[in-house]
């Protein structure tokens, strides 16, 4: 019985991945309100997952990588190595300012990991 639980659980899980996974491969933060790249979260979840589905992990690393902070910009707090905060990538604009997002203090640590 427990076994029987354990796999739908489990298969459950794997569809909620599948409706997540953007078409890029990395993990959106979540649906309905959420269904862009959070570069803490998805980098998190990425991790998370790295034995179950390594490519989530390289994907997510390569989708940062692509936004990550070059120079320095007062303004975006911008900073080389920093890592994005929130993108939708292919839209430039967001209600607080520019897309992408790199304004947040937390994902300053991120560039560590």
């Not at 639980?5 to 459950?12: A, D, H, L, S, V």
């Not at 900073?79 to 520019?98: A, D, N, S, V, Y």
């Amino acid at each position: 019985m427990k076994k029987l639980i354990k796999e739908k659980i489990k298969k459950q899980v794997l569809r909620e991945i599948e409706i997540l996974k953007d078409k890029r491969g990395f993990l959106k933060a979540g649906l309905p309100n959420y269904g862009r790249l959070f570069g803490r979260d998805s980098l998190i979840s990425a991790w998370q997952f790295l034995d179950f589905d390594p490519r989530i992990c390289k994907n997510t690393l390569k989708i940062l990588s692509l936004y990550q902070g070059k120079k320095e910009n007062r303004e975006r707090e911008e900073e080389p190595g920093k890592i994005l905060h929130e993108h939708e990538i292919g839209k430039r604009m967001h209600p607080k300012g520019f897309f992408p997002s790199l304004i947040m203090a937390q994902s300053i640590q991120l560039r560590f990991i």
